[in-house]
């Protein structure tokens, strides 16, 4: 009996944690961006995709040392914010129909694009894995 009260009192204490931990938006949103993003894109430099430091505020299409925006995105008069980063990861063909995000960018839950976009805005420079 004993055992099992312990057992018991283990797995409730974890089911309390769990929520705990998993509070944070930003960190949810980290591990997806670690899963979905981070083989193109970096805070502080280009890669494969633009640099994504600096970039709520400024205009789609705009990092000018960066070459291989498609016109789509180009052309687009989007300036990015919470709202306009959402409707992109939504769906990126709807602005740029050639874009490459199209195939690997998407993410589709609501919920998950809030947590990435949380962690969007951190700029952590942990993740920052770039080609020297
Ligand atoms: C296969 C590589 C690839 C992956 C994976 C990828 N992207 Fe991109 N991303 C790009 C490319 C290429 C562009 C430029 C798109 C264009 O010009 O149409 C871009 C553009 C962007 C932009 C607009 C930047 C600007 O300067 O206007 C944002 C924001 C963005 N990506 C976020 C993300 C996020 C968040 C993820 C993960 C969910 C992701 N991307 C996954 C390649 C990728």
């Not at 894109?41 to 709520?56: I, M, T």
Request: proline share 6%; with cysteine; charged share 25%.
């Amino acid at each position: 009996m004993r055992i099992l009260s312990v057992v018991t009192f283990a797995f409730v204490s974890l089911v309390a944690y769990l929520p705990e931990a998993y509070a944070d938006d930003a960190s949810e949103g980290r591990d997806l961006f670690i899963r979905q993003c981070i083989g193109c894109h970096a805070f502080a430099c280009n890669k494969q995709g633009p640099r994504l430091g600096g970039l709520f505020g400024r205009n789609a299409g705009g990092v000018e040392d960066y070459g291989f925006y498609s016109e789509g995105l180009k052309n687009s008069d989007i300036v990015w914010s919470e709202e306009t980063v959402d409707a992109w990861l939504e769906d990126p063909g709807k602005i740029a129909p050639q874009s490459v995000m199209i195939i690997y960018g998407k993410v589709e839950d609501p919920p998950l694009r809030r947590k990435l976009i949380a962690f969007l805005k951190t700029e952590d420079p942990t993740i920052n894995i770039c080609p020297q």
